[in-house]
């Protein structure tokens, strides 16, 4: 099956509640006032959250105010609209050329999928022909390292481990003198999603951020912020935390093909003025892939 046709398939509860929305109300009349509501709310409905519900009816409104509208022609103004709100922040996650090692962190709260989403990210950039390696920094866990290691063995790629309970900081720290002396091109950093505290959290992130720049000024190059699609208000909650205190640079957005709340990616990524590099449909390799906005809309509406 190729890309496009699984992703379809695995937004098929978001697309098919919208589309239940859209057909329930457009059948047979014009786009008035009360029409620009019901399809507000049908977004809403799937989590595009009330800014970006009211702003995107109000869009498709504006190009059909007053006219008879076939569902296909809405459906494909609403496609057209989403793909330019969509469009405003996104940029794809790319490998910046620097003299050393690249470092990603991924970074975002337990059960998210910052594991898995190192894992798949290392073998998409493998298979891109980039030389990396994982760094399994939530060092506290020892599930969390062997969980790590399945996936670098998989991608076929090293992970750099640290001893039982090593700071993190520390950790990261000596992987990139250790990627640089190996030729590693990119360094993907695996964090902790539960300390103590989220205080603790955010100082763990400091700390580790504060360490690479020691080394070089430029890094971490991307701060990644992995965000559960079905836990709805939780990952806005979230997007502000890290955004405020972590200095994420996008976002990957998971699950999304356990939820009828596909919506949220516009949600978020408009909200929070930041890209989504990738977007999660599930638990195999390729079910993480890169974000395209037009492909989105087009398999969610
Ligand atoms: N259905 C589905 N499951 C996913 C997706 N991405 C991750 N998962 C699952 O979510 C669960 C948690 O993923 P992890 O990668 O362990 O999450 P984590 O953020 O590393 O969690 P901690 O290490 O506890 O902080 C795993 O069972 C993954 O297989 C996705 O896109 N779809
Ligand atoms: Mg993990």
Do not use: C
Request: without cysteine; glycine residues 8%; charged residues 20%.
């Amino acid at each position: 099956m190729s890309w496009f046709a699984r992703l379809k398939s695995r937004l098929s509860k978001s697309s098919g509640k919208i589309h239940r929305g859209l057909v329930s109300f457009v059948t047979g009349g014009v786009l008035d006032e009360a029409g620009r509501q019901e399809l507000e709310d049908t977004l809403i409905a799937a989590d595009f959250g009330v800014t970006q519900a009211a702003a995107l009816s109000l869009a498709v409104a504006k190009r059909h105010r007053g006219q008879d509208v076939s569902p296909e022609t809405l459906t494909q103004s609403l496609r057209d609209v989403l793909t330019d709100t969509l469009s405003v922040h996104a940029r794809p996650l790319v490998v910046p050329a620097v003299s050393g090692p690249a470092v990603f962190f991924l970074v975002g709260v337990n059960g998210n999928g910052k594991t898995t989403s190192a894992g798949k990210l290392a073998a998409y950039f493998q298979g891109l022909g980039v030389r990396v390696a994982l760094v399994a920094a939530d060092t506290f866990r020892a599930a969390a390292v062997d969980q790590l290691r399945v996936w670098a063995q998989r991608a076929g790629v090293p992970l750099y481990e640290g001893k039982d309970k090593q700071d993190p900081a520390s950790l990261v720290y000596e992987s990139y003198a250790r990627a640089k002396a190996e030729g590693i091109q990119l360094m993907l950093v695996d964090t902790a999603g539960r300390l103590h505290t989220k205080q603790d959290l955010m100082e763990s992130l400091g700390k580790m951020v504060r360490v690479m720049k020691k080394q070089d000024d430029t890094a971490p190059h991307e701060v990644i912020l992995v965000l559960d699609a079905t836990t709805g208000q939780a990952a806005h909650t979230q997007a502000k935390l890290f955004k405020d205190h972590a200095g994420i640079t996008g976002l990957i957005v998971t699950k999304l093909d356990g939820t009828a709340r596909g919506g949220v990616v516009v949600a978020l990524s408009s909200d929070y003025a930041l890209p989504v590099f990738m977007i999660g449909v599930g638990e195999s390799l390729e079910d993480l892939q890169p974000f395209d906005p037009k492909e989105y809309a087009e398999a969610l509406i």
